[in-house]
């Protein structure tokens, strides 16, 4: 008879064969036997947070910059309740979590016991899939059964509810049978009929845009680099999701910048014009669309995408290509160097108006903004950090709200799994505890969380995770002692009433640093940014950094509500003139 | 018009709906049903009406027959959602409209009332396949298989002879001839 193990002992053997170093975590009553284990598996390190959620969004920062599975570990009840924030979040921006929550013994489920809660139903809208384990021999089967879903097809957050008996009870241990690659579902469902079918798309348009999203970095990195080939091979001009760069490098000339509410005048325009629009890996978000009734009217659509339930979902297309992003732009960009070898040449004279007109979109440059000598504004310390940071490999993670959005506009990303930012879900509070995961995971990089005061603060207990593990994270917190973002809508929309988005009574940060054990620096001028900036790359310790910019600053470009892309309003500069230049521009 | 005061587009357009009968496939495990009605719920799918039953003991497989109501963009969806679930193995989707498809609903019918009365209510059904299961001196029990239009007009019908009360299935289906569901 083969050996027993007790159902602690086989969650820590699976983690082993699936080859988990890191768990992030919080103990409790309903998962004492596996923290109790612990001790016996040297491989795996747990790095203990300081709120569940704050778990969760550690492990979605591992596994973003990683490419690996993020593992959580919490008890039951309130356990569970507080992951779900992170784990919704991760399922909508296809992030690949694991996480094993404790439950109340078996013969206790049902009775309303001390920390119980249903957490395989409240979880279920927010998994990919979960699982309530009620018998020690599914134990092994299930963990296994869970990484596969985790990680296969389209990413994504499941979960595995153990009652605290079956952590005690024994059970012989199998090891996972070969992997199978499809989640018991194929993922390339394309044939090579509609691939010659792009190409042939591609060799007519005049007016092409790329349209890469988040899809392109879950891929891997040669799906960053076959889409580098594809972009070069074709001569297109391309623009990226909020959640897609890095997948191509923003400082190069056929980049138009981010796309969508907050993107550049440029992108959204050419999206609006063009002719063929390719979609590689995005799911045609709301954030991106604007106004779906007038979404880029005259196009030919393509959508490239690994989950069919994306295609057609909000915008309907004309050629859908399901299948993950690497095998489709590796069959593509072979076909056409097997047919069509000269399609740089033939494409180059076909689109040379069409990159004349958005040369003329980029010399508005919707990303400027009036400079000043006296306050510090919010971009232009984006732009300092990214100056004085680009000869590092430097990972960022964000925050939600304005100063995400000035992030993504002007720090540019080279390389894929570099930006860690919550898009889908939008939370706020994401991006400490996402900076502790991506710290763990590239223990000597750079790794700067760009932040809001008021969303740092909702995860701010973090801090004292970094300082236990000595990750030495970055903080930059853009104060300007608003919501600004909600402000900025409440000027907008709401007459300028700003209910409740001033943030009175915020902490000294430079002294809540020195609380939690880290060093906090503090910049007040444009004057002093530089030399602080450089002060807190070079401290070798988690910082916090508290950046004091300009308070009513407003993020431009923006795609007002319910309006198509090209009826962007420009910033305020544009605003002081009042001009109107061509249909393109109209201001409201 | 009206300064549009959300941070989310309003779309004005109007798609006809359309009636489908969506046949899924699925392990018999605990919840599975919840993940199914949770899907529909969670994306404001409706569910007319719903039959679930195992089919196949040693598979450990059920069949669930919903007829539901979307424009074909949301009955797409609804598929293809569907499909993403772990535990469901196949999914089939037709129009209510589909010539090819048998659809039949069960309803158990209450009548209480004098002699001539009960006899009048079960000549009514006589085209829907009456069965009495049940016969007091007072009351009858039938049962009729039909569509779901042809119970609901029934109803109203028998009111009149002393239908006190009505239990119904959802609608379940089967592909006319040799073929079957893929």
């Known amino acids: 008879m083969s050996k027993l193990y007790t159902g602690a002992e086989i969650v820590f053997k699976c983690l082993e064969d699936q080859e988990v170093e890191f768990i992030f975590g919080y103990p409790g009553g309903a998962v004492l036997p596996i923290y109790d284990e612990l001790k016996n598996h040297k491989s795996i390190k747990h790095i203990l947070a300081r709120h569940e959620q704050g778990a969760g969004h550690a492990a979605e920062g591992y596994a973003r910059s990683s490419g690996k599975p993020g593992i959580v570990l919490v008890t039951s009840g309130p356990g569970a309740t507080n992951v779900v924030t992170a784990l919704t979040d991760a399922y909508m921006d296809s992030v690949p979590l694991v996480c094993i929550s404790g439950q109340v013994p078996t013969h206790l489920i049902g009775t309303d016991a001390f920390q119980e809660c249903d957490t395989t139903g409240i979880t279920r809208p927010c998994t990919k899939h979960n699982w309530l384990v009620k018998d020690v021999k599914d134990l092994a089967k299930t963990i296994h059964k869970a990484f596969e879903v985790a990680t296969t097809g389209r990413p994504g957050p499941v979960l595995v509810d153990i009652p605290k008996d079956i952590q005690f009870n024994k059970s012989s241990y199998t090891k996972q049978k070969k992997q199978n690659k499809f989640n018991g579902k194929l993922n390339n469902l394309y044939s090579q009929k509609e691939i010659d079918e792009l190409i042939k798309l591609i060799t007519k348009s005049k007016k092409p845009i790329i349209y890469s999203g988040g899809g392109v970095i879950n891929s891997g990195t040669e799906a960053s680099q076959l889409l580098r080939e594809l972009v070069d091979l074709t001569g297109f001009p391309i623009t990226s999701t909020l959640q897609g760069l890095g997948a191509f490098p923003g400082e190069d000339t056929q980049f138009l910048g981010m796309l969508g509410m907050h993107g550049t005048y440029e992108a959204n325009n050419a999206m609006h014009d063009c002719d063929l629009m390719i979609n590689v890996g995005a799911r045609f978000d709301d954030r991106i669309t604007g106004k779906i009734d007038e979404f880029s009217p005259k196009s030919k659509k393509v959508h490239i995408d690994i989950d069919p339930s994306s295609i057609n979902k909000n915008v309907k297309v004309d050629l859908a290509i399901v299948g993950d992003v690497s095998s489709v732009l590796r069959t593509t960009i072979k076909t056409i160097k097997k047919f069509k070898p000269n399609i740089s040449k033939s494409n180059k004279s076909n689109i040379s108006k069409w990159w004349e007109q958005i040369q003329k979109w980029q010399s508005v440059n919707s990303l400027g903004y009036i400079n000043s000598k006296e306050s510090i504004k919010p971009q232009y310390a984006v732009q300092r950090l990214y100056e004085l940071t680009k000869n590092k490999d430097t990972f960022i993670t964000t925050e939600v709200g304005q100063h995400q959005m000035w992030a993504a506009q002007h720090f540019k990303f080279d390389k894929p799994n570099r930006w860690m930012t919550s898009g889908g879900l939008g939370t706020m509070g994401y991006g400490l505890p996402a900076a502790v995961g991506v710290q763990i995971a590239n223990p000597n990089k750079l790794v700067i969380d760009i932040a809001g005061e008021a969303s740092v603060l909702m995860t701010m207990q973090e801090m004292s995770t970094a300082v236990q593990y000595s990750l030495p994270i970055k903080i930059f917190i853009l104060n300007n002692e608003y919501m600004g973002m909600v402000r900025q809508w409440q000027e907008l929309l709401h007459d300028k009433n700003y209910s409740e988005s001033y943030t009175a009574a915020l902490p000294d940060f430079v002294k809540l640093a020195e609380a939690y054990g880290c060093v906090g620096i503090r910049a007040k001028t444009p004057e002093e940014l530089d030399d602080k900036i450089i002060e807190m790359i070079n401290t070798d310790r988690p910082v916090i950094f508290d950046c004091l910019v300009d308070k009513v600053e407003n993020c431009f470009p923006m795609i007002p509500s319910g309006k198509p892309h090209n009826q962007m309003i420009l910033g305020p500069k544009d605003q002081e003139e009042n001009k109107i230049t061509g249909k393109g521009k109209s201001l409201v | ?182």
């Open chain 2, 1 to 182: 018009m009206t300064k549009a005061r959300s941070a989310y587009s309003i779309s004005n357009k109007k798609e006809k709906f359309d009636t489908h009968i969506i046949v899924v496939w699925v392990d018999n495990e605990a919840g599975v049903l919840a993940r199914i009605a949770g899907l529909f719920s969670g994306r404001g799918y409706n569910i007319e009406s719903l039959a679930v039953a195992e089919v196949d003991k040693k598979l450990n497989i059920s069949r669930i027959t919903i007829v539901t109501t979307g424009t074909p963009q949301v009955i797409n969806q609804i598929r293809l959602q569907l499909k993403k679930l772990v535990p469901v193995h196949n999914v089939a989707d037709f129009k209510r409209e589909d010539k090819q498809v048998i659809f039949k609903e069960m309803a158990l019918l209450k009548v209480v009332g004098k002699n001539g009365k009960r006899e009048k209510a079960l000549k009514a059904c006589k085209k829907y396949n009456p069965v009495i299961l049940d016969k007091t001196n007072k009351s009858y029990v039938i049962q009729v298989t039909a569509l779901r239009r042809e119970i609901d007009k029934m109803i109203v019908d028998l009111k009149k002879f002393g239908l006190v009360s009505v239990s119904r299935t959802g609608a379940v289906a089967m592909t006319r001839g040799s073929e079957i569901f893929k």
